[in-house]
């Protein structure tokens, strides 16, 4: 089964914080995403990465950077946290060929910002 | 734009009883493909069933099955005998994006999701 850990199930930070959220996937997928979702939102597309050192911005960008240094890892990084960053954010991964092929998710990360 | 329309923000449905949530699509691509994930209360999006746009029948996993009708933009998902371990919200997304990079970037487009309460 596909692995995809995220490193932190809760995270409470401060306002103007430098924030890291870690992604790990054990299956060798080129493809990885970092979501987030809100209530009655659904889940919106920050970043993506279809390879290493890859990066194309999603729907909602702003505020936010990413770094995929191996294959591996992905990382969402928060430069200046801010209060309206509070959310649930998920990583996926998903491999690069086959249209059919499913994103697998990590369990979230719930993050506050105070 | 491509976009995934979920109308019922939440439903309740009698164990044991089937249940549809529906889904509708718009999208001017002629290959795409259409995706069912389940969240829990514990968070933890799970991959349920695909429909592929080109697929010639309804996709079916279990105790889940896809009414796809290509001609209305719909992807409904039906739950048969539901249990009360499906409450649960639940996304309908679409695959959009170019196939290039050597391969599908498999980015998604969500839905809002629907909320379903299964009542024993």
């Known amino acids: 089964d596909v692995k995809v850990t995220q490193s932190s199930r809760y995270l409470v930070k401060r306002t103007g914080e430098k924030v890291f959220l870690e992604c790990v996937q054990d299956?060798?997928?080129?493809?990885m995403f970092w979501y987030r979702q809100d209530p009655g939102l659904g889940l919106r597309l920050i970043y993506f990465?279809?390879?290493?050192?890859?990066?194309e911005k999603g729907d909602i960008p702003e505020g936010y950077s990413v770094s995929r240094e191996k294959k591996e890892r992905f990382s969402l990084i928060l430069e200046s946290a801010s209060t309206n960053q509070t959310s649930m954010y998920l990583c996926?991964?998903?491999?690069?060929?086959?249209?059919?092929?499913?994103?697998?998710f990590g369990d979230g990360t719930r993050l506050s910002i105070l | 734009a491509q976009k995934i329309t979920q109308t019922q923000p939440g439903m309740f449905v009698q164990e044991k009883e089937a249940v549809t949530l529906d889904c509708t699509y718009d999208?001017?691509?002629?290959?795409?493909?259409l995706f069912w994930y389940k969240q829990p209360s514990s968070g933890e999006m799970i991959f349920l069933i695909y429909?592929?746009?080109?697929?010639?029948q309804n996709a079916t996993e279990g105790r889940y099955s896809l009414n796809f009708q290509k001609a209305r933009k719909s992807a409904n998902l039906v739950i048969s005998a539901s249990q009360l371990g499906d409450s649960a919200m639940y996304f309908c997304?679409?695959?959009?994006?170019?196939?290039?990079?050597?391969?599908?970037?498999?980015?998604?487009?969500f839905g809002t999701g629907t909320l379903l309460a299964v009542q024993p």
């Open positions: 996926a991964s998903s491999l690069g060929q086959g249209s059919n092929q499913p994103q697998h």
């Open positions: 299956m060798d997928h080129e493809n």
């Open positions: 990465s279809y390879d290493v050192k890859m990066k």
């Open positions: 999208t001017s691509d002629p290959s795409y493909g």
């Open positions: 429909q592929g746009s080109y697929d010639q």
């Open positions: 997304a679409m695959r959009e994006g170019p196939r290039g990079y050597g391969g599908a970037t498999n980015k998604l487009i």
